[in-house]
């Protein structure tokens, strides 16, 4: 299976802060389609997920762009670009090129 | 506007089957590129995929959860199903079902409210 690490586990930032969020593949995640399909999901306490970035770097319906994705193959970056309040929750990175589907273990971003 | 429903037994015993129901509308399984997937969250852990299904009826599963998974559907109703046998303590977790769709990215842009699901003797 794929194993994708995402670094940190826990980020505390301050309203305004600008942070990034990395996840590591194991393998290349350049589908034979061309496609990468690489997501970025946020969990709001209590909530379901919610998904912010498909394909690497597209922005979600609804989603502020104040957040971004970006990569290529194995390493790819979430960035929020001024942190707000309701941006608090933990967020996954999920792949979906090789069998099985697999999520990373889950960045916390708290509001310091 | 696209909703999802999770619909399961709340609590169960260890070795029984564990049939999910999730109930949608805004969108149909019948429809060339649609789908719905299951994921699974023990309470305070992580994300696990356990199965898609697409609009032509394939199927794909999660191969850690070995044989003990079916997902299935009823166009008709709007309807997609997961069921989930000989189940132990492991397997407690809140299950969500979610919109698989080629248009918009493919995977997961919307999500139910998820069911909590307890195995306990």
């Known amino acids: 299976d794929v194993v994708l690490t995402q670094t940190p586990s826990i980020l505390s930032a301050t309203i305004g802060q600008s942070v990034s969020i990395s996840c590591r593949s194991s393998?290349?995640?350049?589908?034979?389609?061309?496609?990468?399909?690489l997501y970025w999901f946020l969990q709001r306490p209590g909530q379901s997920p919610q998904r912010l970035i498909y394909l690497v770097s597209n922005l979600g319906s609804g989603v502020p762009n104040r957040f971004s994705g970006s990569g290529s193959g194995t390493d790819f970056t979430l960035k929020i670009s001024g942190v707000e309040a309701e941006d608090l929750g933990v967020y996954y990175c999920?792949?979906?090129?090789?069998?099985?589907?697999?999520f990373g273990s889950g960045t916390k971003l708290e509001i310091k | 506007q696209v909703t999802l429903k999770e619909s399961g037994p709340g609590i169960l015993q260890p070795s029984q089957t564990l049939s999910l129901t999730c109930t949608f509308s805004g969108f149909s399984l019948s429809t060339y590129g649609m789908g719905v997937g299951w994921i699974r969250q023990p309470s305070g852990k992580g994300l696990e995929w356990l199965a898609n299904i697409w609009w032509d009826d394939d199927k794909y599963y999660n191969p850690s959860l070995k044989n003990r998974l079916t997902i299935s559907k009823d166009t008709s109703n709007n309807q997609a199903f997961l069921k989930i046998t000989n189940v132990d303590t492991a397997d407690t977790a809140t299950y969500y079902c979610?919109?698989?769709?080629?248009?918009?990215?493919?995977?997961?842009?919307?999500w139910g409210q998820g069911t909590l699901v307890t195995v306990s003797s």
């Open positions: 393998q290349s995640l350049l589908d034979s389609d061309g496609n990468t399909y």
């Open positions: 979610a919109r698989i769709g080629i248009y918009d990215g493919t995977y997961y842009p919307c």
């Open positions: 999920m792949q979906a090129t090789h069998a099985p589907l697999t």
